[in-house]
């Protein structure tokens, strides 16, 4: 990230990279204002709702995240319960706090073997709906930073049945709504709020994104509105926001269809000969009932062997070639519209070699010798004794790790990217989390 990698992927004739300041405006007369669009911005957010097929659509300048928070905002009050898969992002607890919604959380599919969260299923969507029947809203992640994503339209028939809003991150499906090689978009289904980061694979500049209501949606515009502007600049970027506006234009023009159809093109000549090729690295693909909600472009490997994190960092310093992020199981590379044909050569080649030396020098699946094991989803499951608003307004203390246990977490901990929470803010430590924690140690309630 971000797509483009430093090429400009927009119409001939827009060019925002030559002179960048001819666009750094804001808000003067005859360029509307974000927070009450009446003009050009409505008609541009209005164009941008179009090709998303979309009733609103609002450009977002603080990422994906301004865009979570509002929707949360949007849809729960104070003491409402809100269902979240563990695997949301750190944004939604910032959505947590500022709503004084009630998290009620729940683990989504898991793949241990990969070390990946997977898809929420209709089942399990079914029965903790029945567990909890006061939920108010649904969150999810869909797809995760690895590309799985899960059955919306199932889900979102389920919660539209029960009048419960369907909040959908699909930050990282950024380009799923402009080719049909891709999952459907959320966005065509009955779902309450849709948040793209279109910088992640769409193209734009860094920290733009988009949000959605879909048609039909439970969120009410000027309510969402609303909660944006308690949370958006009043000086919003018309660079960003230009970025936006073009990028949605290039994605849906002649130029960019073909672009899409090249990376996916690039894409599959490249898994498929890592695939038949790699003798110690393997690489994801799930299984066939999956496909159809899967991201190809997210390349995540595991090596039989080594840790992620070492072999990840080894091949970017020494190699030159960045991975996206890396963990103890595995490193995600991603294959992004701004790539060209010599760097997905490059990236063949580097992995080859670094698989054939590996293979010869008898690396073995010794994942078990090498002391690394799975976390344990049930690590991740939290006892909460405060909600996240309340932890967050109690005042704090660092305390080691000898000390934790049974202490409440004040701050958030996150094991590794994609940001996924071992504790939130209100949660009580307990004896599987130590592992997890700092050496450092912990800010826990005083
Ligand atoms: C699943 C998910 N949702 C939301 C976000 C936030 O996106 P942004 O960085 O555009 O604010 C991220 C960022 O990594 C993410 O991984």
Redesign the pocket.
């Known amino acids: 990230m971000p797509a483009h990698a430093g090429h400009s992927l927009l119409l001939p004739g827009v060019d925002l990279a030559r002179d960048p300041y001819r666009y750094d405006l804001t808000e003067l007369e005859g360029l509307d204002v974000l927070s009450e669009p009446s003009e050009c911005l409505l008609e541009s957010q209005a164009g941008v709702a179009q090709q998303f097929g979309v009733g609103y659509s609002y450009f977002l300048v603080?990422?994906?995240?301004?865009g979570?928070i509002a929707a949360l905002l949007a849809a729960i009050k104070p003491g409402e319960k809100v269902l979240l898969p563990r695997n949301v992002?750190r944004?939604v607890l910032s959505g947590l706090i500022l709503s004084g919604a009630q998290p009620v959380w729940f683990l989504p599919e898991r793949l241990p073997e990969w070390g990946l969260w997977g898809a929420v299923s209709l089942e399990n969507l079914t029965t903790q709906l029945h567990r909890h029947p006061d939920v108010r809203a649904v969150c999810i992640?869909s797809p995760?930073?690895e590309g799985i994503g899960s059955d919306v339209q199932e889900l979102s028939a389920l919660c539209r049945a029960q009048g419960i809003t369907l909040i959908v991150?699909e930050?990282?499906g950024s380009l799923w709504p402009f080719t049909e090689q891709l999952p459907a978009s959320a966005c065509g289904f009955e779902c309450d709020a849709v948040?793209h980061?279109m910088?992640?694979s769409g193209g734009s500049l860094t920290?733009s994104?988009l949000a959605h209501l879909p048609k039909g949606s439970r969120i009410a515009p000027d309510v969402f509105q609303q909660a944006l502007n308690a949370l958006q600049t009043t000086s919003p970027s018309y660079l960003l926001m230009a970025s936006l506006e073009a990028s949605v234009a290039f994605l849906s023009s002649a130029q960019g269809q073909s672009r899409i159809q090249g990376l996916m093109e690039k894409n599959h000549a490249l898994r498929r000969h890592l695939a038949e090729t790699l003798q110690t690295f393997r690489l994801f693909q799930p299984a066939e009932d999956w496909l159809g909600f899967w991201d190809p472009c997210k390349l995540y490997f595991r090596h039989s062997s080594l840790p992620g994190e070492e072999w990840g960092a080894y091949i970017e310093s020494e190699r030159q070639i960045a991975y996206e992020s890396a963990s103890p199981e595995g490193v995600l590379y991603l294959a992004n519209l701004g790539l060209e044909a010599e760097d997905f050569e490059a990236f063949r080649q580097v992995l080859q070699e670094e698989d054939k030396w590996l293979a010869a020098a008898g690396a073995t699946d010794s994942m078990a010798q090498a002391g690394l094991e799975l976390p344990n989803p049930s690590v991740l499951v939290p006892e909460m004794a405060l909600l996240p608003r309340e932890a967050f307004f109690c005042n704090g203390e660092r305390v080691s790790l000898t000390q934790a246990l049974g202490r409440v977490a004040k701050e958030t901990i996150v094991h590794c990217p994609?940001?996924i929470p071992v504790l939130f803010p209100g949660e009580r430590i307990q004896e599987a989390h130590l592992a997890f924690l700092p050496e450092e140690g912990v800010l826990v309630i005083r």
Do not use: E
Request: net charge neutral.
């Open positions: 603080n990422g994906a995240s301004v979570l992002h944004s992640t995760t930073y991150d930050a990282h948040i980061s910088h992640k920290q994104a994609p940001g």
